[in-house]
């Protein structure tokens, strides 16, 4: 496999904008008015290739690596954290589990339409319990009879569940036998009975791409939609999340980047006694530290994402680029707002809703404290965090295309 050029990157980055500018940011506006999920726009970012990054040009992807599924997931929400908010369900860890753990019918059956934004993916894994244990707290049972699976219990925060055609959630099929208990399936709401979702009320977050409490009573799963064989749920999970931590720290650096952007326009702007706020130092101590601390972000991330790129131990990192870069999008939010004084909380000013999406890199996907546990437990010699081998029995999209097979 050839490394990526900066030259690709730089043209993946131009091509994001350009999308952005021209697709999306005319319309975002009328999108949160009327609440209503922009199929249609998700359905275009599939066709110029936004979610394809990781998987090979076989199921539709570019197969262009981490490095430029970073680039994407930082420029996407740059411009509209709103309307980034369903990557990870298109191209990252919905798409991910099922091409990994999929049989080759599955993955043929579902993943390129992902890829392509012609269904809406989720991936359901916290339930109401809390998320940082997901195996602790997972008390929805899946119950074989005959061809299909029965799957009661309730899911927490599926983001996208009100929309998704194909999505991927984890049930218990033995709740005594701990992580190997679990299993993974690809769920279709729309086509079988049992599934509802209903909205969260959110502050602050899109209108339009929302996250969902999930409701199954005796939701029906073909047994041909298990996902693996059973027990095996739970390491899918951990290794897609594992994948998608640099997508989700490279989305925390777009925030970072969109507050600094703010704060510098206002900055320069805002006239106080006279002058630009800018001018005063205790301004400019707080745009130093920013532009610091997303200089620092910018390169753990994308180091992380060149590891991942060359296939060698990187979760150590990625763990450190998420919480670094969650540390970098709460700053940069918080310092912004403060430059826009009373306006950092007018609807009016963008600013006033991305503090929610920092506050959500913070704790999503593995929250910050998790992040630092790992870390630090890495640090005193307790465990190694870059001690999982790659599980041999899950392809690695970037490395195994699956219409050799
Ligand atoms: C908008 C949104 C979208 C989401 N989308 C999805 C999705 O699509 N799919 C999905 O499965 N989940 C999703 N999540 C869930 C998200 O991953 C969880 O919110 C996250 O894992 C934390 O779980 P929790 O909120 O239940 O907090 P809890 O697990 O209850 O944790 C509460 C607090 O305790 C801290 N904590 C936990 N353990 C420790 C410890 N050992 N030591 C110290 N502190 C600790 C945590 O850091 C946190 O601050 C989403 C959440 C949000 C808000």
């Not at 005959?146 to 009100?162: E, I, P, Q």
Request: net charge neutral; hydrophobic share 40%.
């Amino acid at each position: 496999m050839q490394a990526i050029t900066a030259e690709t990157l730089e043209a993946v980055r131009e091509t994001v904008i350009a999308f952005m500018q021209k697709e999306v940011a005319p319309h975002m506006a009328e999108v949160e008015a009327r609440g209503v999920f922009p199929r249609d726009l998700v359905s275009k970012a599939g066709t110029a290739g936004l979610y394809g990054a990781l998987f090979p040009e076989s199921v539709g992807g570019t197969n262009l690596g981490y490095q430029a599924a970073a680039v994407i997931s930082e420029e996407l929400t740059r411009a509209d954290a709103r309307f980034a908010a369903c990557n990870n369900q298109q191209g990252s860890t919905c798409p991910y589990c099922i091409y990994a753990a999929g049989t080759r019918e599955q993955v043929l059956r579902y993943v390129p339409d992902l890829l392509a934004g012609k269904t809406i993916g989720m991936m359901s894994l916290t339930e109401p319990g809390g998320g940082s244990d997901p195996l602790g707290n997972m008390k929805t049972r899946a119950v074989r009879d005959g061809d299909v699976y029965r799957l009661n219990g309730s899911k927490m925060f599926a983001s996208m569940a009100n929309e998704t055609d194909v999505g991927v959630l984890f049930a218990k099929t033995d709740p005594d036998a701990g992580y190997k208990g679990v299993t993974a399936f690809i769920v279709e709401p729309k086509k079988y009975p049992g599934f509802s979702a209903k909205p969260i009320k959110t502050l602050g977050l899109s209108k339009a791409l929302r996250t969902c409490a999930v409701f199954l009573d005796d939701f029906v799963v073909p047994v041909e939609n298990r996902l693996g064989q059973e027990g095996e749920g739970f390491q899918i999970a951990m290794h897609a999340l594992q994948m998608g931590r640099i997508t989700v720290a490279a989305k925390a650096l777009g925030i970072a980047r969109a507050c600094f952007e703010d704060a510098i326009g206002y900055a320069n702007t805002r006239l106080v006694r006279g002058q630009p706020i800018g001018k005063f130092q205790m301004i400019q101590a707080d745009v130093a530290d920013m532009a610091t601390n997303i200089e620092a972000t910018r390169l753990m991330v994308y180091r992380a994402a060149r590891l991942m790129d060359q296939g060698l131990p990187s979760n150590r990192l990625a763990s450190m680029a998420k919480y670094h870069a969650s540390l970098t999008a709460k700053h940069a939010a918080d310092k912004a707002q403060q430059f826009f004084g009373g306006y950092g909380l007018a609807e009016e000013y963008r600013i006033s809703w991305l503090t929610c999406y920092a506050d959500l890199v913070f704790t999503g996907e593995g929250s910050a404290n998790v992040q630092r546990i790992l870390i630090a437990e890495d640090a005193l010699g307790y465990k190694k965090a870059d001690r999982h081998q790659r599980q041999q029995r899950f392809r690695d999209p970037r490395r195994q295309d699956v219409a050799d097979e």
